[in-house]
């Protein structure tokens, strides 16, 4: 499984984006990003996912590396509902159970 | 918006004891999980369930775990004996597709062994 890093902590703005970055230098070519949430307490939220196009969806847009070795999650209008730790996982497109490994992520703190 | 629903919220049970977590997946998905998150650590994969059985389970779904889907529309997760290390957070997740990632998690039940 290809792994990822990502910063443990991020703030930013209320109202302006914030740019969540990950690292995926190992990642396979027919592996997938994907970025799920975790506000405190709370169950994971899936978010958004990619294999090369960027994606965009109503909560986010996805921006992936030519080389793929890198993505960034951007949330354009950040709020403080947006406070929570971002986790980018990199899946293969099939597997045994599609299980999802999650790291330590980024805990994104959105000020007033 | 359909959801995934977790009962109880919070169980504290003692040493030793035999818990029942619930889970009510989204009606019409297929795929089914339980993950927990030990306060302050990462959230972790402990099993999956297709079409009345397991397809994968980590290490730390030993002997003490069993899951089960006991009609249409509950999942349960039973742990026989509590351990003390078994406190954390347990949530389900279900998906509707085979190939995908996007599952849809509940809002957990946090089990306290004292």
């Known amino acids: 499984d290809a792994k990822t890093t990502q910063p443990p902590s991020m703030d930013c703005a209320e109202g302006r984006a914030a740019n969540l970055p990950c690292n995926h230098s190992?990642?396979?070519?027919?592996?997938?990003v994907y970025w799920y949430r975790q506000i405190h307490s709370q169950g994971p939220q899936y978010i958004i996912h990619?294999?090369?196009n960027n994606e965009t969806n109503e909560m986010a847009s996805l921006i992936i590396t030519e080389d793929r070795k890198s993505s960034t999650l951007i949330l354009p209008h950040a709020t403080l509902r947006d406070t929570a730790v971002y986790y980018c996982?990199?899946?293969?497109?099939?597997?045994?159970?599609?299980?999802?490994?999650f790291g330590s992520g980024t805990r994104l703190l959105v000020r007033p | 918006e359909p959801e995934v629903t977790q009962t109880p919220s919070h169980q504290v049970t003692q040493m030793g004891q035999e818990v029942i977590l619930r889970c009510v997946p989204i009606?019409?998905?297929?795929?089914f999980y339980w993950y927990r998150q030990i306060l302050g650590q990462k959230v972790e994969f402990l099993v999956s369930f297709y079409n009345n059985e397991i397809s994968e389970k980590s290490e730390i779904f030993d002997d003490q775990f069993s899951v089960e889907r006991p009609d249409g529309s509950n999942f349960t997760l039973k742990i026989r004996s509590t351990k003390l290390e078994d406190s954390a957070m347990y949530f389900c997740a279900s998906n509707l597709e085979r190939s995908s990632y996007e599952q849809y998690f509940g809002p957990g039940t946090r089990l306290t062994v004292t």
């Open positions: 996982i990199v899946r293969p497109p099939m597997d045994s159970s599609y299980k999802l490994i």
């Open positions: 190992t990642i396979s070519g027919n592996e997938y």
């Open positions: 990619g294999l090369k």
């Open positions: 009606s019409n998905h297929l795929y």
